[in-house]
């Protein structure tokens, strides 16, 4: 099983390399889309690593892919200027899914 990274600069993709994952830089929805894809039913890939801005693009095709999969397992990375998340980002999400105020 292994990491892979889908990225919307080559910055981000030059960095995960160097650290040993695989990936591809894309940059419209249609070839994110296929990308995302073509790693989904890639058998070896258990984490699949996405920047904020491609999940952006269709964040809509993620939250499906989260919902009824379990794997690969999708990890939003920040862009590499921060998150573009507010701080309290994880405390609504919880209030959110849980109806729990932290």
Wanted: charged fraction near 30%; avoid cysteine.
């Amino acid at each position: 099983m292994k990491y892979f990274l889908l990225s919307d600069n080559v910055d981000t993709q030059i960095g995960m390399r160097l650290s040993g994952v695989e990936g591809v830089v894309v940059h419209d929805a249609e070839a994110f889309k296929a990308a995302f894809d073509k790693a989904k039913n890639d058998p070896d890939i258990a984490v699949l690593l996405i920047t904020e801005k491609l999940v952006n693009l269709a964040p809509e095709y993620i939250e499906e892919q989260k919902v009824n999969n379990k794997i690969p397992l999708v990890v939003e990375l920040p862009d590499r200027h921060g998150s573009e998340r507010p701080d309290d980002y994880i405390l609504n999400y919880v209030k959110e899914a849980i109806g729990v105020k932290l």
